[in-house]
């Protein structure tokens, strides 16, 4: 049996494949985190594995049916007014909420812990929810431009 040499990385090489992988596992724990903090957390998780889908197998399989998922879901959020109003509005909303959230409002009487709780993280918080929020309103644009009016919307291209 005889095995094919492989070929020498070169240092440049090695660079790229180290940053892709700790990039792409940094966005995975991030992502994770900003399921259940104020984040973009499925977008960053998606990033995370379209990274570490350049050198393993099973992110790109993980990534696929997550990415043609997320084509039809944004088609399907721009077919009807109805719908884009919808999302348009929550997307401000998300954008309101981060502004009021670092103006750092006073806890209110009813604040049942200290007062340093309340509304923790000021702006960066409010900064993070600010920019998912202005990210949301940028991803209904793109599908409102590449979707609308497209019934065979569910395509994998990027």
């Known amino acids: ?48 594995l379209a990274l570490l889908s350049t050198q393993y197998s099973w992110a790109d399989k993980l990534l696929h049916p997550l990415k043609a998922r997320a084509y039809h879901l944004a088609a399907e959020g721009v077919q009807t007014w109805p719908r884009i109003v919808m999302s348009t509005m ?17 806890a209110p009487g009813w604040w049942p812990i200290d007062a340093k709780w309340w509304l923790f993280g000021g702006w960066v918080t409010g900064v993070t929810m600010m920019a998912s929020g ?17 019934h065979d919307h569910v395509t994998t291209r990027a």
């Open 134 to 150: 202005g990210f949301a309103l940028g991803l209904i644009v793109y599908s409102f431009v590449r979707f609308r009016g497209h």
């Open 90 to 106: 929550g997307a401000l909303m998300i954008v309101t909420v981060g502004i009021l959230w670092g103006m750092d409002f006073r």
């Open 1 to 48: 049996m005889t095995r094919t040499a492989r070929k020498p990385i070169s240092p440049m090489g090695l660079a790229k494949r180290l940053a892709a992988e700790i990039g792409g596992y940094v966005l995975l724990i991030v992502g994770v985190a900003a399921l259940f903090l104020p984040g973009p957390g499925l977008l960053l998780i998606a990033a995370g």
